[in-house]
């Protein structure tokens, strides 16, 4: 299927910094896309070029296989940085406006106020809703006429957990219809749960990309622990399916092959007549992963 | 472009500062007229009435449109203020992320900038014709000079249009006020008359950005002077010409910043 949307070497600099290098990745129909990456590694620029808001240095982009750039917008619903909405109105009103440039009409306002918990304020006006409300009125004014695509930057930023939780759900919610989800964020814990693919950006480069499952993957590590052990040490070694053996401390820490479970090494050192007083199946952190991938 | 007028007015229709401004425009503006017009407002000298000799046809259209060219200041301020609210609230990019393009938005105020001036020309006609028919007791001579109302519109398309420029630019409310302000009351007298010692047979000077539409709607009361004391004829097609050009300038000038500009 075709990319929902295109990117090639998309470059950026503000006076010496540069913000992007030669960016490229394309984002799958169907896919929730998280561009994941510390502070100030381009994200949001690069959010900003694909919504015309930044002017790139160099490279392309492309929604939908080519369409035209202003009517794919009207068919994008995005969140960038700060919700901004005329202060002055109300959030029904503000929501108008956003309708009538999007060309839709604005009967389904209501729909996305009660969607987002705000229905009961909609006639209060903006400045006087708090950092999270503005926060849900700007996911509102992204659902307007039910958007292919949504184009979230830190979707989460200023909101309470429950919120949090709302939000998320609503993500998968939308995904699970069929909407396209992209996503900037620097919580790690936020793309493993909702994304199912990933780019990782450092300084302005682009790290990697691809299924999440693929990209932050990592082996599996055992812990293991015997009365003799130097016999262990000895058995494992001709066990197959054990890419590496090393000795911490008082115990041996093993990188199995995957199909290799924590009961298979039990079972074999059973019937080698050595029995394990400690077996522990460490999961590398996503943490641990993504420090080894940005240094 | 309707759509686009459609949406700028929901912008305006919630917003107070609009209506206040609009307010003040629509009753000060006959009020200050008919304060001349009674000499509750005068500059006299020996006790003569100088400034209200002027409200019959054909002289009220000349009359009307410099006092109402002043009260244009509050229109221009309206226009910055609107447009720098864009840029601190950050709707501009809010605009053109729901899918309007960059020069759609620019568009749309520019769009504003012409159905102001629009409204304010008509409404300054129709104040004419009241007070030209309530001091010429007829309307048999009312379309002489009537031109001066096209002056009016040319004289509000271009402040406008600069004040337009300068909040794309400056981008800050009140800094841009503060420069526009500065620059229409002291900087460009002191250009206009440098300009004009160092170039007095061509008077460079008038043809300064919001100079050359205020040539064509001079204080009544220095056209009288001028013709007392025998000057050649003013060159009102080259006073029209150079507005016209400035507010083209105008326009592609704040085309061009926001093409190129981050947002």
């Known amino acids: 299927m075709e990319p929902v949307l295109s990117v090639q070497n998309l470059s950026k600099n503000y006076g010496l910094v540069q913000a992007l290098k030669n960016v490229s990745f394309n984002v799958p129909a169907g896919s929730v896309f998280g561009i994941l990456g510390p502070n100030g590694s381009g994200k949001t620029t690069l959010l900003g070029i694909i919504l015309d808001i930044i002017v790139p240095l160099g490279g392309q982009y492309s929604w939908f296989g080519g369409m035209d750039a202003v009517a794919a917008r009207r068919q994008i619903g995005s969140l960038l940085e700060t919700p901004n909405f005329y202060h002055y109105m109300s959030a029904f009103d503000n929501l108008a406006i956003s309708a009538a440039i999007k060309q839709r009409g604005a009967d389904d306002r209501i729909a996305v106020l009660e969607k987002t918990g705000l229905l009961q304020r909609k006639d209060s006006k903006f400045q006087t809703y708090s950092l999270g409300m503005k926060q849900r009125l700007a996911i509102a004014g992204t659902l307007l006429g039910g958007s292919r695509v949504l184009v979230f930057d830190e979707p989460t930023n200023g909101l309470d957990p429950a919120g949090i939780t709302e939000i998320r759900e609503l993500i998968r919610k939308l995904n699970s219809e069929g909407t396209t989800i992209i996503m900037a964020s620097h919580l790690l814990d936020e793309v493993e749960k909702v994304c199912t693919h990933v780019a990782i950006l450092k300084q302005g480069k682009l790290l990697v990309d691809g299924p999440v499952a693929d990209v932050l993957r990592s082996d599996d590590l055992l812990e293991v622990k015997a009365a003799d052990m130097a016999g262990l040490h000895n058995i494992l070694q001709s066990m197959n399916g054990i890419k590496n053996i090393q000795a911490v401390s008082d115990l041996l820490l093993l990188k199995c092959e995957t199909e290799i479970k924590a009961s298979d090494i039990n079972r074999y050192c059973m019937d080698k007549g050595i029995v394990l007083t400690h077996l522990v199946l460490k999961k590398k952190s996503l943490e641990t992963r993504f420090m080894e991938l940005t240094n | ?263």
């Open chain 2, 1 to 263: 472009m309707s759509s686009l007028l459609a949406i700028e007015w929901l912008k305006l229709k919630r917003y107070n500062t609009f209506w206040i401004l609009i307010c003040f425009f629509i009753v000060l503006l006959p009020l200050w007229n008919y304060c001349i017009l009674s000499g509750g407002i005068n500059v006299s000298g020996n006790g003569m009435k100088l400034i209200n000799q002027t409200y019959s046809f054909p002289g009220v259209w000349g009359n009307i449109g410099f006092w109402g060219s002043l009260f244009v200041v509050l229109l221009s301020i309206l226009i910055i203020i609107l447009t720098a609210n864009e840029f601190t609230f950050r709707t501009h990019r809010q605009n053109v992320i729901d899918g309007w393009s960059r020069l759609q938005f620019f568009h749309a105020k520019i769009l504003l900038v012409f159905a102001f001036s629009v409204a304010a020309t008509v409404y300054v006609f129709i104040l004419g014709a009241i007070f030209g028919y309530a001091n010429s007791g007829s309307f048999s001579s009312m379309f002489e000079g009537v031109e001066k109302v096209f002056y009016f519109f040319l004289f509000s398309l271009n402040y406008l249009g600069f004040a337009l420029l300068a909040s794309i630019v400056i981008r800050r409310s009140g800094l841009s006020i503060g420069m526009f302000l500065l620059y229409i009351f002291i900087i460009k007298n002191i250009l206009k008359g440098v300009l004009n010692f160092t170039n007095n047979d061509w008077n460079v000077g008038n043809y300064l950005p919001l100079q050359s539409c205020s040539e064509l709607l001079p204080f009544p009361l220095f056209e009288m002077l001028k013709g007392l004391m025998k000057q050649g004829p003013q060159p009102t097609t080259a006073y029209v010409l150079a507005s016209i050009a400035w507010a083209i300038i105008y326009y592609f000038a704040g085309r061009g910043i926001l093409l190129k500009r981050d947002w």
